[in-house]
């Protein structure tokens, strides 16, 4: 077990969680735009799977932040798959834990998310938190097809 720096934890993320996801989603895109974070998405950059810093943002934890972004520019459509994702919490937090948020965020974005404590950066570390976000998508992923779905019917 060796340990990373932050900047080799966040470029190696991708290598750990995409083998762990179901085929269909393993050539998911990568985008890393700043170095305290790493996106994952399918075809819509937007609405994405992240990974980032969350230093004391959430109940004065430090760690990572692991989840669902909403951050289209269509404050509207960010709003419908927060409302459809939070339709479906319960079963979300049965599968995922209470750890799991549903929330708005800055600038009309929302997100789904939790905070995983930060502990030291070794790469058994980074493994946990990529299954960790391996689940989320896994459960989250079926729910956001569904509602992208959904919008595309009501808006033909």
């Keep these: 077990m060796s340990t990373l ?3 080799k934890f ?7 969680l995409l083998p762990r996801l179901p085929e269909s989603l393993q050539q998911m895109q990568v985008r890393r735009r700043w170095s305290w974070l790493v996106q994952f998405h399918v075809g819509e950059p937007r609405l994405h799977y992240e990974l980032s ?8 934890i430090d760690g990572w932040e692991i989840g669902f972004h909403c951050e289209a ?3 509207q459509l960010n709003r419908y798959l927060l409302r459809g994702f939070r ?3 319960f079963e979300i937090k049965d599968t995922l834990g209470d750890a799991i948020e549903a929330e708005m965020w800055d600038k009309g974005w ?3 998310y939790e905070v995983v404590p930060m502990a030291p950066l070794t ?5 946990q938190v990529a299954a960790r976000l391996a689940d989320i998508i896994r459960c989250l992923h079926p729910i956001y ?3 992208r779905s959904d919008i595309t019917r009501i808006h033909r």
């Design 87 to 89: 339709r479906h919490l």
């Design 53 to 60: 810093r969350a230093a004391r943002r959430h109940n004065g």
């Design 5 to 7: 720096s932050r900047s």
């Design 110 to 112: 929302t997100k789904i």
């Design 123 to 127: 790469t058994r570390y980074q493994q």
């Design 73 to 75: 520019r269509d404050k």
């Design 145 to 147: 097809v569904d509602l």
């Design 10 to 16: 966040i470029t190696t993320f991708a290598d750990e």
